[in-house]
């Protein structure tokens, strides 16, 4: 069995995502885009789905000052490295397969589907390297990124300290200039995905820290190449602090560490000093996207074993029938089993629209598309938070379905649950994203970004189809909001972003209703062209449970908006 | 510290419960009620609360056919019988205290919050022997219920099996007669809580079985008490075949037992053949409302953990605020972390509410009020289903307060969110409570039931107050959908129960708001007799909250119940 749905990616994939048209001008043809994803098929099937429950029971040990993980690890991210599932994130000038980010993401999808935790050690790697890529000397890139590409090396990336975890603007972490041009670290650093482990020849960590007499708050922040293990092969003045214990994403490690205890921690300035957080920003956006689609892909995997399950598992009887000796149904011949079934439907598939239509803006910007940037910026608080979310909210619902059983260890869905938790808390929280949305994007270059995207989601509309009525009426709901938030947020900011994560909430909404669209938009080309088939029936009929029961909750929460309800806000601390 | 608010459950047991009138003609006084609820408290802080967190990391383990606790639960759980929190549940004439059930219920909170899965075992036994009271022969109390009170057997009940969990229609355990009036057990018993351990003398399963020739489906179902040990001492044939591993609640053991292997497996029949199922019920019910004490209680642990967290983590600034050197404030000050705080108050103060309302019902009935009966029928669905759902959405709320620490089993919520994830699947999932609801309370004696529940809500809505006028509409709201619904269930059961689910969730939401009603309603007495405070400010603000946020939702559910949306129901199996 497999922890997604190949058909409905492959769906997705060429006849929403419009991969066809993106690759027709490159080597690769749909052949090869296939074989790509057939072995990353084979790698989740293979290596990551088997070790899934043995690699949660065993968490992570901290040793001697050392990560110690399960034997089963090391093995499973290697086989994903030999494949060139990192190299794959890479351009061909540094090593790299160059693979069209869309590609990349599908790639990631299936392995994220089937361990998630195995998958974030790639998903880092990639992450810091192009960092080093877009912002790095030749000799780093030589030194750093050339190992990184051949998966040797792994990345992380260090910003969170003890007293600062979403507030970057109060790092302590500093970094004091030496004469050969290199820095001293000192500081600690704290949630270190990846941070230690013994996965790697060695672990490249990107590091903000600031450099005495820069200016305060942010605009001092510097980024920093600080490895385990220096280029002359000495170790570097790093320690492992300490493990977290984690409810779930257990293989994944979590560090506390400590740089420069000893005074020797040695660090190599990336790009120029004070712009350390702009740098950072891009990766911190890709692991944003990144986020989304590992909660997408967890809310797939546990969709996948509920379906099979209710098909599988006989139990009662539908209410009208009487005779206590008939033979039990399929729970998924009950009404509301399927609408747990269709509720994980509805919020996974448009997820995964919403990640694959990020890749394309992304492979669409580096191909210098202006408004792609502008698009994906739009669209990133939504594609890391509403899965993280609400995909979330799908693995409850995959627990339900199993009942009892889904309490257990003996199935997956548990560990999906548990995993996926951590998903609307790292990368930027979800009150974060809703302050990243209304507090800044909504309201940068005069609401240029909304319009772009507003502009988009009308000409889909103006393709008509089962959806685009409802759609357009929801559209117009979101415009009022936001030009009614706006204008508050401007007036009284405190105020005006008190339901910043309700605003983010409902313009997820409205996105995933924009993501049916073009899902059943496409189902019925594919019906025109083909003919109609039970997938395409399944898509149209998800569409509409997902406007019936979700987006039409954006009337409720435009109604709580528009008067920007200030229960919360009222509150005090001292009534609580 | 406390996992729950003192201060708010004596004002919700003096003031909103009307405790005082309840014990006016007892032994009790409210000096006697205070003691025993310090004497819980003391329970719960010395010896509850601090083995949490090793209770969990430790699982029961199966060795050589046993369940072994870790070590610290046996004295944990030998306290509570010590201090007389199971003969508490019982009346004195079996040697019980006698309580009322409200006093009861508000200890069993206390220990619920500061560790849930230490209290079920007191909960299950005091269920069990309670339905040895109502329908044992002199002999089964004296053999069984007399050394239950005292603490020295605990009890279980044993419904579900392998191939039947929710569909008792399909057991097939036997209980063949044999000729000294007793029966040969044989069969498989699955998900038993507290199925097997060693923390008790012995353990007395109430088991449901089938005398052979009996009518097939639920009216052929017995009921049965068959002890762990023979009253001779001798181990009787029930062995436990394997522990279930569960994501929370792990001090209870979850158990399948076999019955019978041997064929020398020995039962008494409890009552009359062939009422088993009814006499369960009573179990049931008190299991159904236990559970969802329960999940409030849990929701209310996660509440007082997040909220301490909020008060004493500095991080970030008021938007508004531009200066980076300036102060770091306390998470609370945050619109978005008192909205989080809020969402949790909001949910489970009320689920308290209706918690200690149905003891007092409780109570009413065993005083010989006929409508208690009535009233309660109709509240347990709900008492059940909706802090298991919302408390549990509490608990989630509570971690995302921790962020990252929160993921952690460095403070509590992230087990309260695991134990709490059990509630809506056990004793009835959160599907078979709306179908409870809507296919039999409401339709009962012609929807007498519905009408007693709204009476009683008209009669507290005319004493007026801030919540009023919001909950009237809120109620002619429901009934509308509830008159709609009952003719459809009547003319296409199918269908009509379709969204029986959805249904309930529209009728809790409306209880709740009614119990904000009834909390505010004191509190503005409380003010006018003892003055304004800031407990009294926040009940109203929180009842603001709710209405704003979560009541309002009642009008998006009743548009698409009024139309009895069918998108689930009419889904195929093959478009999934």
Known sequence: MRAYDREDLQFQLWEVAGLGDLIADSDLDREAVNGILDAADQ???????????????QEPQFVDGRAILPDAVKPAVQAF???????????????????????????????????????????LTVGAGRLIQSFGTQAQKKTYLEPMVEGRFFGTMCLSEPQAGSS????????????????RITGRKMWISGGDHELSENIV???????????????????????????DGTRNDVTLAGLNHKMGYRATTNCALNFGDGGECLGELLGEPHKGLAY?????????????????????????????????RPQGRAPGAKDPTSKQVAIIDHADVRRLLLAQKSAVEPALALALLCATLVDAERAADPSAGVLLGMLTPVAKSWPSEFCLEANKHAI???????????????????????????EGTHGIQGMDLLGRKILMDSGAGFSVLAARMRSDIAAGGECAAAL???????????????AQVAETPDRGLANATLYLDMFGHV??????????????KVAERDGDSDILRGKRQAARYFYARELSRTRGWAEILLRNDQSAFDMQDGWF
Request: net charge negative; proline share 5%; aromatic share 8%.
């Open 43 to 57: 790698i989740a099937r293979d290596v990551f789905l088997p070790i899934g429950r043995e690699i949660d029971e």
């Open 81 to 123: 490295v030999d494949a060139g599932f990192i190299s794959a994130g890479f351009s061909p000038e540094h090593g790299g397969m160059g693979l069209p980010e869309t590609v990349h993401q599908a790639a990631a999808f299936i392995l994220a589907a089937s361990n998630v935790s195995l998958s974030g050690y790639g998903m």
């Open 168 to 183: 970057l603007s109060d790092i302590t972490t500093r970094a004091d200039p030496m004469d050969d041009g290199r820095y």
């Open 205 to 231: 960590h990107l590091v903000l820290a600031k450099i005495p007499g820069g200016p305060p708050g942010v605009k001092g922040i510097s980024l920093f190449v600080v490895p385990k293990f220096r280029a």
């Open 280 to 312: 950072m920003f891009q990766m911190m956006n890709e692991a944003r996207i990144g986020v989304g689609m590992g909660a997408t892909a967890l809310g797939q995997a546990g969709y996948q074993v509920a379906l099979a399950y209710a098909r599988e």
């Open 400 to 426: 339900q379905v199993l009942g009892g059983a889904g309490y257990t260890r003996d199935y997956p869905v548990e560990r999906h649950y548990r995993d996926n938790r951590l998903n609307p808390i790292h």
């Open 472 to 486: 357009a009426e929801a559209l117009t709901r979101l415009e009022d909001v936001t030009a009614h938030l706006a």
């Open 511 to 524: 996105v995933m209703g924009w993501m049916w669209l073009r899902l059943t938009q496409a189902a019925q």
